[in-house]
């Protein structure tokens, strides 16, 4: 399955969405708290958003899906089903999120 790291949101294939995910809403997968920036798809149209028990998927639902953020480059994601989630970082205080 594939692997795609997009500035500090993982994508990794995935070969069914779980059992009870629920449609979201909008395309983007993640918020940049300090930029104000967002990891999403370029055409809401070739894919949707799911969740399930606080985690996030991405169905590709034509040939390829865009993935952009304004500062890094697009990946060009093929159709599929994806987990999505924001890296993580160690500190000796904490484990906490990687924001852009």
């Given at each position: 399955?594939?692997?795609?790291?997009?500035?500090?949101?993982?994508?990794?294939?995935?070969?069914?969405?779980p059992?009870?995910?629920?449609?979201?809403?909008?395309?983007?997968?993640?918020?940049?708290?300090?930029?104000?920036?967002?990891?999403?798809?370029?055409?809401?149209?070739?894919?949707?958003?799911?969740?399930?028990?606080?985690?996030?998927?991405?169905e590709?639902?034509?040939?390829?899906?865009?993935?952009?953020?304004?500062?890094?480059?697009a990946?060009?994601?093929?159709?599929?089903?994806?987990?999505?989630?924001?890296?993580?970082?160690?500190?000796?205080?904490?484990?906490?999120?990687?924001?852009?």
């Amino acid at each position: 399955m594939p692997l795609y790291r997009h500035g500090d949101v993982i994508v990794k294939g995935i070969e069914t969405l779980p059992e009870g995910a629920k449609k979201c809403g909008n395309i983007t997968l993640a918020y940049g708290e300090m930029t104000g920036h967002s990891h999403r798809i370029a055409d809401p149209n070739t894919a949707q958003t799911f969740e399930c028990n606080g985690q996030l998927y991405l169905e590709v639902t034509s040939a390829t899906a865009l993935l952009i953020h304004e500062e890094h480059a697009a990946i060009k994601l093929a159709k599929g089903v994806y987990h999505v989630w924001q890296q993580r970082e160690y500190t000796p205080s904490e484990i906490r999120r990687v924001y852009d």
